[in-house]
């Protein structure tokens, strides 16, 4: 016959060690929402792609910075036929340091045809699938556009 012995739990002592080189995501200091350099990219490619005058909205998340590169996304509604909108996602990444300060990448992708309320869903899930604790925060198209 086997008798185990209960013995109190012994305490653990861990210790983290994470050096100073890993990257930190954190958010851009860059000013107002959807306003800075790589937005600006991001608006210029948009307005060849959809005329500024059939927005119905902007979204834009927080831009966010690691090591040398910010990223941002947008969700953009343009108008269509009828009641319905069509969305689009539209991100970007631009270099902010180092010798090749200023380059970058935008990336616009048609992703729905939908009733307007459905869009306040979309804008959800989107803010759920890139893991964002804060919604997107619509601003104007005047602020990349300068229409009303």
């Keep these: 016959m086997f008798v ?5 739990p012994r305490p653990y002592l ?26 600006l990219r991001l608006a210029r490619e948009l307005a060849g792609q959809v005329p500024p005058e059939e927005l119905q909205g902007v979204w834009v998340f927080p831009a966010v910075r690691r090591e040398d590169h910010e990223w941002g ?4 509604a343009r108008r269509a036929d009828g ?30 045809t939908c ?3 459905v869009l306040y869903e979309v804008l959800k899930g989107v803010q759920d ?3 964002e604790t804060e919604p997107p ?7 990349w556009y300068g229409t009303p």
Excluded: C, K, M, N
Aim: proline share 12%; glycine share 8%.
């Design 83 to 112: 009641e319905r909108i069509r969305i689009y996602t539209a991100r970007y990444v631009q270099t902010i340091q180092g010798r090749e300060r200023g380059q970058g990448r935008v990336a616009i992708e048609e992703v729905a």
């Design 14 to 39: 861990a210790v983290l060690f994470v050096p100073d080189s890993l990257p930190i995501e954190s958010r851009a200091r860059s000013g107002p929402p959807g306003v800075g350099p790589g937005w």
């Design 115 to 117: 009733p307007l309320p």
């Design 129 to 131: 699938r890139v893991a």
């Design 137 to 143: 925060v619509e601003i104007s198209p005047s602020v």
């Design 73 to 76: 996304t947008a969700i953009i």
């Design 4 to 8: 185990l012995e209960s013995h109190p």
